[in-house]
């Protein structure tokens, strides 16, 4: 089973590459920020809750996230591994995570971390709140929220994972489909191990 993380500030593309992911190697995507998203549409408890800390570019508590990931490696028992995209996002996160995968006797195979710089992550931001609707894009000031967050709280995961030789920088500023290849070619490696 291989399972990925795929790291990084917001816009660096792992959502965008995700999809590509999940196309070529046929992972199950777990992106906590679709899931939120998907709770904020249909206007539940959890959803309204989520969309007060979204809405100031500031994370979820990790109680809300963990307890939706652990419900959908429930709900997925057959998958042949999962690329969780947006999450883990705290410490505290990875190691929930760890032991969630455990108890499937599984792990973390990799965490490949898209590395773009901040002026292209604003502008990338920014652009697709003209078109996307998502009120965390809106405006300057809750994007840089969302990347002083990453620096925060979501950078240290990287020592987590990196302990245990499973932290990889790729370079994220290129074309999408560059990326892509950079990326498959990590993953590659990664099957060819395991076989
Ligand atoms: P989430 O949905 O995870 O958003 P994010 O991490 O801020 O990331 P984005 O979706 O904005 O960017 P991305 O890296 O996926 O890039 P994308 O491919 O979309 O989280 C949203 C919020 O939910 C958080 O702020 C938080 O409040 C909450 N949340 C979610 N998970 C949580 C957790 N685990 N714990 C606590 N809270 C949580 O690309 C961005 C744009 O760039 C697109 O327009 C794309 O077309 C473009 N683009 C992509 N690649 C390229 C390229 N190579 N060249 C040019 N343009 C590109």
Redesign the pocket.
């Known amino acids: 089973m291989v399972n990925l993380i795929?790291f990084?500030?917001?816009?660096?593309?792992?959502?965008?590459?995700?999809a590509n992911i999940i196309d070529k190697y046929g992972l199950l995507h777990l992106?906590?920020?679709?899931?939120?998203?998907a709770e904020i549409a249909e206007k539940t408890p959890l959803g309204l809750e989520?969309k007060k800390?979204?809405d100031?570019?500031?994370?979820?508590?990790?109680e809300?996230?963990i307890g939706m990931?652990s419900t959908k490696l429930d709900a997925n028992p057959e998958a042949k591994g999962f690329i969780f995209?947006?999450?883990?996002?705290?410490t505290a996160?990875a190691e929930a995570l760890d032991k969630l995968l455990a108890l499937k006797k599984t792990a973390i195979s990799m965490v490949l971390s898209?590395e773009?710089p901040e002026d292209?992550l604003v502008r990338?931001?920014l652009?697709?709140g003209l078109t996307?609707g998502?009120t965390?894009?809106a405006n300057e000031g809750v994007v840089k929220a969302?990347i002083v967050?990453?620096h925060n709280k979501t950078a240290p995961v990287a020592d987590h994972y990196g302990k245990f030789g499973k932290f990889k920088k790729v370079k994220?500023?290129?074309?999408?489909d560059?990326?892509f290849e950079l990326l498959s070619k990590e993953i590659d490696e990664l099957v060819s191990e395991r076989v």
């Open positions: 795929l990084g500030p917001p816009g660096s593309g792992k959502g965008t590459q995700s992106s906590t920020g679709d899931l939120l998203r989520a800390f979204i100031q570019g500031a994370l979820v508590p990790d809300v996230v990931i995209d947006g999450f883990p996002r705290t996160q898209l773009v292209e990338r931001l652009n697709r996307s998502r965390d894009d969302r967050e990453y994220g500023d290129g074309t999408v560059s990326t």
